[in-house]
């Protein structure tokens, strides 16, 4: 027997960081990414952000690598939005993603943060943040990337 509970917390930006996020879209992209999440064996805790980005709080399948889930969710996500809201033809996820371990002791946290990421961005730009989050996990980046 094998247990596992991978919690992540992941972020993605969309395209050049364009603002196609609205706020009449993203509660309905979160619903489609928490099925999306589902089908592939996890489960979506928590998903917010403001215009340019999303924020994620999931448990991830112990069968597949975080980036072939964030694979799938940005591809099947991409396409749901192109049929669901034809005004968003030109709509794109920017590559790649940040995405860190969560514990248990702090899942809530994190969660709190996401629901909050509107308030949050009227402070900290995208850059920021990322940054921010980088650093505070231990993990070397190129300013030029971000």
Do not use: C
Not at 44 to 58: F, Q, R
Not at 75 to 90: E, I, N, R, V, Y
Not at 117 to 138: C, P, V, Y
């Amino acid at each position: 027997m094998s247990y596992t509970r991978f919690q992540s917390h992941l972020i993605f930006s969309t395209k050049q960081r364009q603002p196609w996020l609205y706020a009449d879209t993203m509660p309905r992209l979160v619903h489609y990414i928490g099925g999306i999440i589902r089908g592939l064996g996890g489960t979506l805790i928590e998903g917010n952000g403001p215009e340019d980005h999303i924020h994620l709080a999931a448990i991830l399948p112990a069968t597949r690598a975080p980036s072939d889930v964030l694979r799938d969710v940005k591809a099947l996500s991409s396409k749901w939005l192109h049929q669901t809201f034809p005004s968003l033809h030109g709509f794109g996820w920017q590559d790649g993603y940040a995405g860190f371990s969560v514990s248990e002791t702090v899942m809530s946290k994190v969660v709190d943060y996401i629901r909050k990421q509107q308030e949050h961005h009227r402070r900290m730009t995208f850059e920021e943040e990322i940054a921010r989050l980088l650093r505070q996990h231990g993990i070397e980046f190129d300013e030029r990337y971000i």
